[in-house]
C-alpha cells in the first residue's frame, strides 16, 4: 500500500470524527466514553494548519480511511517545538501497516514544522500502539499510573517521547 495523505479540510471533519468514535468502545485509544460530535471537534480542527499543527486524511476509493493530527503539547509557548501525535484508523485499514507509514510520514514532516520533539500519549493496556512507536525508537518519558478509569477499570497513561535531533537509543 503506497501512502497518499493531504491536509484535511471542514469537509472531512464528519469522517474524522466517525472514524475517532469507532474507537470509543473499545476502551483502548481515547479516553471519551461517548461518541463525540461534528460541533464538539470544530475548536479542535480549527487548532489544526499545514504549516504549524497539521491534520492530514488519508483516502481509499475516495473515502477516509485514517488520520493524523499534529498537536500542541501543554499550550505554552516555550513548548512549541514539541508536538503530539495521534494516529487513528478505520476499522478496515487497522493491521496494513497503515499506522507505520503515517508515523514515518509525521517524523519526516516534523522539521520542517520546527518541531524536534514527538510525544505519543498511549494507553499502557494498548499494546499495539506502544509497539507501533516504540518501533520507531520512542521510549517512555514517563507514565501516569491509574489515571483513566474505563468502566470501572483504572488503565494507566504512558507517554512516549522521541527527539529528531539525536539517534534513538538502542
Given at each position: ?5 493531504r ?8 469522517a ?11 476502551r ?35 473515502e ?25 484508523l ?68 504512558v ?12
Open positions: 500500500m503506497s501512502l497518499t495523505y491536509d484535511a479540510t471542514l469537509d472531512d471533519l464528519p474524522i470524527v466517525a472514524i475517532y468514535n469507532s474507537t470509543v468502545p473499545s483502548c485509544v481515547t479516553a471519551d466514553l461517548e461518541p463525540v460530535t461534528v460541533e464538539s471537534r470544530l475548536g479542535w480542527f480549527h487548532a489544526h494548519g499545514p504549516k504549524a499543527r497539521p491534520l492530514w486524511v488519508v483516502e481509499e476509493g475516495g477516509v480511511i485514517a488520520w493524523l493530527s499534529f498537536s500542541d503539547f501543554y499550550g505554552r509557548p516555550a513548548y512549541s517545538r514539541t508536538t503530539e501525535v495521534s494516529i487513528y478505520d476499522e478496515k485499514a487497522r493491521g496494513k501497516g497503515l499506522g507505520r507509514k503515517l508515523l514515518q510520514a509525521a517524523l519526516d514532516k516534523a522539521p520542517a514544522l520546527e518541531v524536534d520533539t514527538v510525544l505519543g500519549f498511549i494507553f499502557g493496556h494498548n499494546e499495539a500502539s506502544l509497539r507501533l512507536f516504540r518501533g520507531f525508537g520512542f521510549e517512555v518519558w514517563g507514565s501516569l499510573p491509574r489515571v483513566a478509569v474505563l468502566d470501572g477499570v483504572e488503565r494507566d497513561l507517554i512516549l517521547g522521541r527527539r529528531l535531533d539525536a539517534a534513538p537509543r538502542a
